[in-house]
């Protein structure tokens, strides 16, 4: 059973820059796609950024795209989101998620969805003041 804890949320000003981390134990993570999602407050968890397991193929939320960046190191075992350019509608509880599937090689449409992923992390708080 894999547990997964993410790092480096934080208070940051608009138009700045965060690296949060999801480290991986139990077991690797080199077989399986991973995922961020986010929630903010009074609204549903949403879809940021998806890494295919090959590392091969990312995609992200349309309103992300060209400002995040997900990435993944299978040998730390971990999966990474850097964020630049950070708006204050950018404010919520960033999660990691691993998908259920190993080896899995679909369309986006998969990796957009929350119940791809069975495994999730408590979240780290990112907090975007204008």
């Known amino acids: 059973q894999v547990q997964l804890v993410e790092s480096g949320g934080d208070l940051v000003q608009a138009g700045g820059s965060l690296r949060l981390s999801c480290a991986a134990s139990g077991r690797t993570i080199r077989n399986y796609a991973m995922a961020w999602f986010r929630q903010a407050p009074g609204k549903e968890r949403e879809f940021v950024a998806a890494?295919?397991?090959?590392?091969?193929?990312?995609y992200y939320l349309d309103s992300v795209k060209g400002r995040f960046t997900i990435s993944r190191d299978n040998h730390r075992n971990t999966v990474d989101l850097q964020m630049m350019s950070l708006k204050t509608e950018d404010t919520a509880v960033y999660y990691c998620?691993?998908?259920?599937?190993?080896?899995?090689?679909?369309?986006?449409?998969?990796?957009?969805?929350?119940?791809?992923?069975?495994?999730w992390g408590q979240g780290t708080q990112v907090t975007v003041s204008s």
């Open positions: 890494i295919s397991w090959t590392g091969g193929s990312t």
């Open positions: 998620a691993t998908d259920t599937l190993p080896q899995s090689l679909y369309s986006r449409a998969y990796y957009v969805r929350e119940s791809t992923y069975d495994t």
